[in-house]
């Protein structure tokens, strides 16, 4: 299988369908999508293309390709718009042999991990828009690899709009 990442689309339409036409591009089988997918939240300024409705139909044309975990931003009233599921915490990904903990890391994340993942995983996050790849030393002594897409829409600290590609038990960071 092989799985694109993206996170944090928080309701702009342009960048909805740069993901999607980036996905179909790749072809990936599944879009695996990090939580704050309608909602810019208080935090954030509004996205340049807020089209919240615009969204919701570019995502569910592809529904039944997306895997999603839910984000600081996701309510149930995004749940009853949406026809996939989002109201997940964590997605635990077995590729390979490799071990993917996918969130959208407002809960669990590299100063959180969760029990259930063991050293030499890899943790998937979204949640600080921040594009990242790195190995990290956790506070409890476990090594894992870190990655974050960041944000499409809302990039933060200079990073740029990226996206992550697994395939074969491996996973890269890719800039739109």
Not at 3 to 25: C, K, L, M, P, Q
Not at 81 to 96: H, Q, R, S, T
Not at 102 to 124: D, Q, R, V
């Amino acid at each position: 299988m092989k799985y694109f990442v993206a996170s944090d689309i928080h309701g702009d339409s342009y960048w909805a369908e740069r993901v999607v036409n980036a996905f179909t591009d790749s072809k990936a089988d599944r879009l695996v999508l990090l939580g704050d997918i309608l909602y810019h939240g208080p935090r954030n300024d509004l996205p340049s293309n807020y089209e919240p409705k615009k969204v919701i139909e570019i995502l569910n044309s592809i529904a039944d390709k997306i895997l999603a975990v839910r984000g600081n931003c996701d309510t149930e009233v995004d749940q009853m718009v949406l026809k996939f599921p989002i109201m997940a915490d964590y997605i635990y990904l077995v590729d390979e042999g490799s071990i993917f903990f996918i969130t959208h890391g407002h809960i669990y994340n590299p100063m959180n991990l969760p029990s259930i993942m063991p050293e030499g995983a890899i943790l998937l996050t979204g949640h600080t828009h921040v594009a990242g790849d790195m190995d990290f030393n956790c506070p409890d002594g476990r090594q894992i690899r870190y990655l974050n897409p960041g944000s499409p829409s809302i990039p933060k600290e200079n990073t740029k709009p990226s996206y992550i590609i697994i395939e074969n038990g491996k996973a890269k960071l890719f800039e739109f």
